[in-house]
């Protein structure tokens, strides 16, 4: 490959420097980020004493171009996803109980009549409405899904440098090295305890190094300071990613790849991953967004100079997804590619639920980074995740009530449809495993089980949302 062919496309993009220092000052360098388009690129650059420099000093990050890197967690911040779903709670039981008791409302005074129907009205069709809302939405993501055809693949393996991930476990992180490709040669392991790894260089994360971030955003932090580059890109693998295949990147900033989680002992998670993998297919769809929804840092390869403009030196639970959404704020591109690497499904049900809680829980806090439209849109599927496991329920009840319960009919076709969509996931679930199997066929046999332990993790983030980083097991 040239070096003009080697060249990035946008500015900034040159470059091997490692920051040592404790924090980038962004203030005395020259600013080569891509700058916002629309109204945020107008208030980044209003003039002293307009009204657009004053709307500047109030506007959250990431609407201030001078705004990075910086501490994105804040604890106890508001949260619409719990409201919206107290609110869901409070509705859909008043609506239930006062559907129960429909024979006897109709007993009452004409305005507490009227105003106890519109209840049930309200709360069942709160019920449905975030289900149809959210589903929708997949569904449109779906369509743009499947006409995303990934962009040619310029870089090969000699233009990457591979950094994995881990604690401490030796083991795991050494079959992760023995699959990886002999053309990835520049092999890095940031480990938090001293370990040994025979094929990569090991590096230990000084228990003194402070930033930011945390965990193991503060472990990708001190390798970006200190581990020397001297490749265009950055590959990050999880201690437990098999990279099966590596056909090389594309002219991007910012490259995912695809995951496949493996069976590891526990059929029940397996298969709510066989699950999350059907709803999962969206993901293609993220490259035509402007902001992905979420981001698989078990193998997401980043271009150099864009992590070192960008950083891991935030606080957060869920790195990889807000280093997207930080890097597509800026105007880098994101795009998504076939390939798909092996990780381990979680090899138990406690590991499951503290996996699928750190994830809601990070959202949770990190959520206003994103644009208005994709926060609600953020909000509805959450509380859609959360609420999953009532849709049989829904069903059920809905076949229960009288007829002359207001908008009866349309709620009980919606319900049916919301419950037999959980379906289309699991048909799209096993496409994605390449066919149904004698391990994955009791996922469609046992749907509603599968999707209810799916998403307790969800529900138990919207109560009580974790605030530490807790690494899953792996075996």
């Known amino acids: 490959m040239t070096d003009d062919e080697r060249e990035h496309r946008t500015d900034g993009a040159s470059g091997n420097g490692r920051d040592t220092g404790d924090a980038r000052d962004v203030g005395?360098?020259?600013?080569?980020r891509p700058r916002y388009r629309g109204l945020t690129q107008r208030v980044a650059a209003a003039a002293p004493g307009t009204a657009l420099e004053r709307l500047r000093d109030w506007l959250p990050t990431p609407a201030r171009a001078d705004a990075f890197p910086v501490s994105v967690q804040r604890r106890g911040a508001f949260s619409p996803d719990r409201l919206l779903a107290s609110l869901f709670v409070l509705l859909g039981t008043g609506g239930i109980l006062?559907?129960?008791?429909y024979a006897r409302i109709l007993t009452f005074p004409a305005p507490l009549r009227g105003w106890a129907l519109w209840a049930v009205y309200v709360g069942l069709w709160a019920f449905v409405g975030i289900y149809a809302i959210a589903t929708c939405i997949w569904s449109v993501e779906a369509l743009v899904a499947r006409r995303y055809d990934p962009p040619p693949l310029v870089y090969g393996p000699e233009d990457v440098q591979?950094?994995?991930?881990?604690?401490?476990?030796?083991?795991?992180?050494?079959?992760?090295?023995?699959?990886l490709p002999e053309?990835?040669?520049?092999?890095?392991?940031i480990a938090e305890d001293p370990i040994e790894v025979d094929g990569a260089t090991v590096h230990v994360v000084p228990d003194g190094f402070a930033c930011e971030a945390t965990d193991k955003g503060r472990a990708l932090e001190w390798a970006r300071r200190n581990v020397a580059c001297d490749r265009e890109w950055v590959l990050f693998l999880d201690e437990d990613t098999i990279v099966t295949d590596f056909p090389g990147l594309p002219d991007a900033d910012i490259a995912q790849f695809q995951e496949w989680p493996m069976y590891t002992g526990s059929l029940v998670t397996y298969w709510a991953e066989v699950l999350r993998m059907g709803y999962q297919t969206e993901l293609r769809a993220f490259a035509r967004l402007s902001v992905p929804l979420y981001a698989w840092g078990g193998g997401i390869a980043v271009r150099q100079s864009v992590e070192d403009d960008v950083t891991w030196n935030y606080?957060?639970?869920i790195e990889d997804t807000v280093f997207a959404w930080l890097a597509t704020e800026q105007g880098y591109d994101y795009e998504v590619l076939d390939t798909k690497f092996r990780n381990q499904a979680p090899p138990s049900l406690g590991e499951m639920v503290a996996q699928r809680r750190r994830w809601i829980s990070g959202s949770l806090a990190r959520e206003d980074l994103l644009p208005l439209p994709y926060r609600v849109l953020y909000v509805l599927r959450n509380v859609a995740w959360a609420f999953s496991p009532l849709s049989p329920f829904l069903v059920a009840f809905a076949g229960l009530l009288p007829e002359t319960v207001p908008g009866v009919g349309p709620l009980r076709a919606l319900g049916v449809a919301m419950l037999l969509f959980t379906f289309v996931w699991v048909w799209r679930g096993w496409r994605y495993y390449e066919g149904p199997s004698l391990r994955t066929l009791p996922v469609f046999l046992l749907n509603p089980v599968v999707v209810a332990l799916h998403s307790l993790g969800a529900a138990y983030g919207l109560v009580s949302?974790?605030?530490?980083?807790q690494a899953?097991?792996?075996?």
């Open 465 to 469: 949302p974790a605030e530490e980083f």
């Open 183 to 189: 053309r990835l040669d520049d092999r890095h392991v």
């Open 98 to 101: 006062l559907a129960l008791g």
């Open 315 to 317: 606080e957060t639970l």
């Open 162 to 179: 591979v950094r994995i991930l881990t604690i401490a476990a030796e083991d795991v992180v050494q079959t992760t090295v023995d699959a």
């Open 472 to 475: 899953t097991e792996k075996e």
């Open 28 to 32: 005395d360098e020259e600013d080569h």
